[in-house]
């Protein structure tokens, strides 16, 4: 597996110490060019927090190659922690970065996940947006996961890059459950990015994310992603030591049962 990294450890999924240049110098790009295998998770605060409730999940997670720091809230709990990622690795970004370098060098795109308008707009866009890409398949993400005439699919393109959108924890457990039937390919899901490429949701204008503001833009346009926000502030919260431990002490802070 080309790179190793030093991980900074949030709640039991370790987060590896990069920036997005090295990552996809140090990693993706060899492995696009040495045909090999990889399984890439981008993972924000309320992404672990999910780990948390759903142990099968964390393990599946763990199970992964790479976890990127998605999300400033990694960051910060972080920092708190006293073992600061260098900087936030958007999943957005680096499939952006991916396609861009899969365009130039010819490599084979697989887009699996969103619904079906949304997955044949996103190719349409991704074709318009890096000239030369080739897509070599594509799928919408509203099947049976026990169905094995999907992966079967994917395979019978001889992918090197598989893009999964099936929203975080079905998408992890998908690519974990058949990236043994590949050879190679570098397997990453990428949530709700397809629908930010066919133009159905949009990101926040840069000034929101500069300013570290990104969720509430999301959340002024969709408050239904309260109780989104409301798992990453119990994650901040749990990140802030002294807070953190007087929540645990009294309580407060409770595991889910399993
Ligand atoms: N999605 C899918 N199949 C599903 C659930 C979700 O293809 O069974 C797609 C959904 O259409 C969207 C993407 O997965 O394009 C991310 O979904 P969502 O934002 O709900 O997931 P999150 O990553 O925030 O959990």
Redesign the pocket.
Known sequence: MPGHYDTATLMDIDFIHTTNEEFLNKTVYPCLAHEEKCFIVTANPEFVIETRDHPDFKEVVQHSDYVLGDGIGIINASRLMGNPLPERISGIGVMYRMLSHAAENGYRVFFL???EE?SRQAVENAKKKFPGLNIVGRH???FDMRDASIPRYVHSTQPDIVLV???????ETWILDHLSKFDKGVFMGV??S??VLAGKAKRAPKIWIRLQMEWLYRLIKDPKRIRRVMKVAEFMLLHIPVIGRILKFFGIYKKKPR
């Open positions: 996940g969103a619904e949304t919408h993400g509203f959108a099936l929203g975080m924890q079905r998408q949530g709700g397809f629908d």
